[in-house]
Protein backbone atom coordinates (compact mmCIF):
# COMPACT_ATOMS: atom_id res chain seq x y z
CA UNK A 1 0.00 0.00 0.00
CA UNK A 2 2.64 2.49 0.94
CA UNK A 3 4.06 2.04 -3.05
CA UNK A 4 0.19 2.87 -3.77
CA UNK A 5 0.27 6.08 -1.94
CA UNK A 6 3.62 6.71 -3.46
CA UNK A 7 2.50 6.96 -7.16
CA UNK A 8 -0.58 8.71 -6.16
CA UNK A 9 1.40 11.06 -4.46
CA UNK A 10 3.54 11.58 -7.27
CA UNK A 11 0.51 11.73 -9.69
CA UNK A 12 -1.13 14.62 -8.19
CA UNK A 13 2.29 16.27 -8.11
CA UNK A 14 2.99 16.00 -11.68
CA UNK A 15 -0.99 17.41 -12.19
CA UNK A 16 -0.41 20.35 -10.01
CA UNK A 17 2.63 20.87 -12.11
CA UNK A 18 1.05 20.32 -15.20
CA UNK A 19 -1.79 23.11 -14.19
CA UNK A 20 0.53 25.43 -12.77
CA UNK A 21 2.83 25.14 -15.80
CA UNK A 22 -0.06 25.07 -18.22
CA UNK A 23 -1.18 28.92 -15.90
CA UNK A 24 2.21 30.69 -16.29
CA UNK A 25 2.67 30.09 -20.03
CA UNK A 26 -1.62 31.06 -20.51
CA UNK A 27 -0.34 34.35 -18.47
CA UNK A 28 2.47 34.98 -20.15
CA UNK A 29 0.92 34.81 -23.77
CA UNK A 30 -1.67 36.80 -22.50
CA UNK A 31 0.98 39.42 -21.31
CA UNK A 32 2.71 39.68 -24.20
CA UNK A 33 0.01 39.23 -27.11
CA UNK A 34 -3.17 40.73 -25.67
CA UNK A 35 -4.73 40.92 -28.98
CA UNK A 36 -4.60 37.38 -30.19
CA UNK A 37 -6.32 35.68 -26.98
CA UNK A 38 -5.39 32.40 -25.45
CA UNK A 39 -2.82 29.85 -26.53
CA UNK A 40 -3.93 26.65 -25.45
CA UNK A 41 -7.17 27.10 -23.63
CA UNK A 42 -10.26 29.10 -24.79
CA UNK A 43 -10.59 30.95 -21.27
CA UNK A 44 -13.45 33.06 -22.32
CA UNK A 45 -15.65 30.15 -23.43
CA UNK A 46 -14.68 28.26 -20.06
CA UNK A 47 -15.60 31.66 -17.78
CA UNK A 48 -19.01 32.19 -20.17
CA UNK A 49 -20.12 28.40 -19.33
CA UNK A 50 -18.72 28.35 -15.32
CA UNK A 51 -20.93 31.91 -15.30
CA UNK A 52 -23.68 30.40 -16.11
CA UNK A 53 -23.66 27.81 -13.50
CA UNK A 54 -25.16 27.37 -9.92
CA UNK A 55 -24.57 25.61 -7.09
CA UNK A 56 -27.53 23.81 -7.72
CA UNK A 57 -26.28 22.77 -11.11
CA UNK A 58 -26.12 19.12 -12.18
CA UNK A 59 -22.67 19.58 -13.52
CA UNK A 60 -21.47 21.21 -10.32
CA UNK A 61 -23.00 18.28 -8.11
CA UNK A 62 -21.26 15.40 -10.02
CA UNK A 63 -17.89 17.14 -9.82
CA UNK A 64 -18.13 17.91 -6.28
CA UNK A 65 -19.04 14.09 -5.93
CA UNK A 66 -16.71 12.80 -8.25
CA UNK A 67 -14.11 14.65 -6.14
CA UNK A 68 -15.42 13.88 -2.49
CA UNK A 69 -15.54 9.99 -3.75
CA UNK A 70 -11.83 10.57 -5.08
CA UNK A 71 -10.61 12.61 -1.22
CA UNK A 72 -12.10 9.63 0.54
CA UNK A 73 -10.05 6.88 -1.40
CA UNK A 74 -7.04 8.56 -1.13
CA UNK A 75 -8.00 8.74 2.65
CA UNK A 76 -8.67 5.07 3.19
CA UNK A 77 -5.32 4.18 1.07
CA UNK A 78 -3.34 6.77 3.32
CA UNK A 79 -5.13 5.31 5.85
CA UNK A 80 -4.16 1.45 5.42
CA UNK A 81 -0.42 2.42 4.27
CA UNK A 82 1.32 2.20 7.61
CA UNK A 83 4.84 0.69 8.13
CA UNK A 84 4.32 -2.96 9.34
CA UNK A 85 7.12 -2.80 12.45
CA UNK A 86 7.93 -5.92 14.09
CA UNK A 87 6.57 -5.74 17.93
CA UNK A 88 9.27 -6.95 20.82
CA UNK A 89 8.75 -7.78 24.55
CA UNK A 90 7.86 -4.39 26.11
CA UNK A 91 11.39 -4.11 28.65
CA UNK A 92 9.16 -1.93 31.35
CA UNK A 93 5.01 -0.91 31.78
CA UNK A 94 4.34 1.92 29.61
CA UNK A 95 7.44 1.53 27.07
CA UNK A 96 7.36 -0.27 23.89
CA UNK A 97 9.48 -1.57 21.33
CA UNK A 98 9.39 -2.19 17.94
CA UNK A 99 11.66 -2.84 14.91
CA UNK A 100 11.09 -2.94 11.77
CA UNK A 101 11.28 -6.02 9.27
CA UNK A 102 14.31 -4.93 7.26
CA UNK A 103 16.37 -4.84 10.88
CA UNK A 104 14.98 -7.95 11.20
CA UNK A 105 16.38 -9.35 7.87
CA UNK A 106 19.40 -7.89 8.48
CA UNK A 107 19.88 -9.54 12.06
CA UNK A 108 19.07 -12.72 10.75
CA UNK A 109 21.24 -12.83 7.42
CA UNK A 110 24.41 -11.94 9.25
CA UNK A 111 24.14 -14.82 11.08
CA UNK A 112 23.28 -16.82 8.42
CA UNK A 113 26.16 -15.49 6.31
CA UNK A 114 28.42 -16.53 8.96
CA UNK A 115 28.10 -19.74 8.93
CA UNK A 116 30.34 -22.21 7.13
CA UNK A 117 29.91 -22.83 3.33
CA UNK A 118 27.43 -20.37 2.36
CA UNK A 119 28.49 -18.10 -0.42
CA UNK A 120 25.20 -15.67 0.51
CA UNK A 121 21.93 -15.03 1.43
CA UNK A 122 19.04 -13.00 1.23
CA UNK A 123 16.67 -12.68 3.77
CA UNK A 124 13.28 -11.12 3.47
CA UNK A 125 11.36 -10.84 7.07
CA UNK A 126 8.06 -9.54 8.51
CA UNK A 127 6.26 -9.87 12.08
CA UNK A 128 4.83 -13.60 10.70
CA UNK A 129 7.42 -14.70 8.27
CA UNK A 130 11.20 -15.65 7.70
CA UNK A 131 12.86 -16.48 4.82
CA UNK A 132 15.61 -17.27 3.92
CA UNK A 133 17.30 -17.81 0.53
CA UNK A 134 20.96 -19.09 1.18
CA UNK A 135 23.42 -20.30 -1.86
CA UNK A 136 26.31 -22.88 -1.19
CA UNK A 137 28.79 -24.16 -3.85
CA UNK A 138 29.93 -26.98 -1.34
CA UNK A 139 27.13 -28.67 0.77
CA UNK A 140 23.58 -30.08 -0.68
CA UNK A 141 20.52 -28.62 0.19
CA UNK A 142 20.06 -31.65 2.25
CA UNK A 143 23.13 -31.12 4.32
CA UNK A 144 22.78 -27.44 4.80
CA UNK A 145 19.09 -26.46 5.25
CA UNK A 146 19.23 -28.15 8.77
CA UNK A 147 21.45 -26.60 9.92
CA UNK A 148 20.45 -22.66 8.62
CA UNK A 149 17.38 -23.40 9.91
CA UNK A 150 18.65 -24.04 13.45
CA UNK A 151 20.62 -21.09 13.26
CA UNK A 152 17.50 -18.91 12.32
CA UNK A 153 15.51 -20.57 15.22
CA UNK A 154 18.29 -19.41 17.71
CA UNK A 155 19.21 -16.01 16.12
CA UNK A 156 14.62 -15.48 16.29
CA UNK A 157 15.16 -17.45 19.94
CA UNK A 158 17.67 -14.92 21.28
CA UNK A 159 15.35 -11.73 20.23
CA UNK A 160 12.53 -10.32 22.29
CA UNK A 161 10.06 -10.86 19.60
CA UNK A 162 6.26 -11.05 20.83
CA UNK A 163 5.45 -13.34 18.55
CA UNK A 164 7.95 -16.16 16.66
CA UNK A 165 7.52 -15.86 12.92
CA UNK A 166 7.02 -18.65 10.65
CA UNK A 167 10.40 -19.49 9.08
CA UNK A 168 11.02 -20.90 5.69
CA UNK A 169 14.59 -21.65 4.42
CA UNK A 170 15.88 -22.68 0.82
CA UNK A 171 18.87 -23.59 -0.06
CA UNK A 172 20.58 -22.98 -4.16
CA UNK A 173 23.19 -25.48 -4.51
CA UNK A 174 24.85 -26.42 -7.81
CA UNK A 175 25.54 -30.06 -6.25
CA UNK A 176 21.78 -30.58 -6.15
CA UNK A 177 21.12 -29.69 -9.84
CA UNK A 178 23.31 -32.83 -10.94
Given at each position: ??????V?T????????????????????T????????L???WP???????????Q???????A???????????????????K?V???????G?T??????????I?G????A???????????????V??????????E??????????????????????Q?????V????????
Amino acid sequence: MRVLVRVLTCLLGLALVAGGALLAVEVAWTWARPVDGPLLVPWPTVRDRVADMTWQSTDVRVVAGVLAGAGLVLLLVSMTARRKDVALLDPAPGITVRTSPRSLARIVGVRVRAEDNVTGASVTATARKVRVRATSGLESEQELRPRLLEVVRDTLADLPLGNQPKITVVVDSPRDRS
